[in-house]
């Protein structure tokens, strides 16, 4: 997750450092390179995933059988408390609306219809005030945060709802990415993304990897890298951790 250009010497060094904690708690076939550009549901339907990060409504919804949770990673991000995360409701620069729940009729778009952060937690907001089973006149579908965000720039859409780490990185490492945008507030708050494998690794091999992972956000030799990444520390967790996102956002896209 949050893999933009500008930052990917970080996530490399980071894995890195990763891959030597999980060799030292006695884990094997660690994979020496990060991967990069590989369609995330290829990762997570993969049988023999190592490590990933993914969305939490992923984990206890469409990939609950796939997938096990590690460790939930907390980020130094306005938004993110806790190991919680929110997402950042972003309209047109020039917008007139100061809240969503003002754009009754008006064009969102979602970067998909699995993802949390950029349409359950927006939905969320909205459904109380739906009129019909209906608050959008229309709701797009991007495949991406950026590809939300170019959209609102091209005045196609009115609002998104973008991840607030995501949001954080763009405005830090490529800010014409959040340009002619502003942010009205965030969403309510969730877990944030955690990092996975694949179901089918026993007890023993997950509770190395979760130790591994703690010793790693511990290494000083990676607190560069972290910090570049906007994370603070980790904290193991499992799945029902994650059942909260369930509980908090019932509503699906047919909803409104």
């Known amino acids: 997750m949050y893999d933009i250009a500008e930052i990917r010497y970080a996530h490399d060094a980071l894995w890195k450092g990763f891959a030597r904690h999980f060799r030292k708690h006695g884990l094997r076939n660690v994979p020496r390179i990060l991967s990069h550009d590989q369609p995330v549901n290829s990762l997570w339907t993969d049988k ?31 938004g993110c408390a806790n190991g919680d995360y929110a997402s950042t409701i972003v309209v047109p620069a020039d917008s007139t609306h100061n809240d969503v729940i003002e754009m009754a009729g008006k064009v969102a778009v979602i970067n998909g219809p699995e993802s949390h952060s950029g349409m359950t937690a927006l939905l969320s907001l909205v459904f109380p005030h739906c009129r019909n089973r209906k608050f959008f006149a229309e709701i797009m579908v991007s495949g991406g945060h950026l590809q939300s965000l170019a959209l609102l720039i ?65 290494d000083q030799n990676l607190r560069t890298a972290r910090q570049a990444l906007l994370l603070e ?18 509503h699906d896209l047919r909803a409104v």
């Open 233 to 250: 520390k980790i904290k193991i967790s499992s799945k029902v951790t994650y059942q909260r996102i369930l509980d908090d956002f019932k």
């Open 48 to 78: 023999q995933l190592f490590l990933s990060q993914c969305c939490g409504y992923d984990v206890v919804y469409p990939n609950k059988h796939r997938l096990q949770v590690l460790a939930t990673p907390w980020f130094d991000v306005d």
């Open 154 to 218: 091209a005045g196609k859409a009115d609002v998104a709802s973008v991840d607030c780490v995501t949001y954080e990185l763009l405005r830090r490492y490529r800010p014409a990415a959040i340009e002619g945008t502003r942010a009205l507030g965030l969403t309510y708050p969730a877990p944030a993304p955690p990092y996975v494998t694949a179901d089918a690794f026993d007890l023993e091999k997950v509770e190395r990897m979760q130790h591994a992972l703690v010793d790693a956000f511990e």
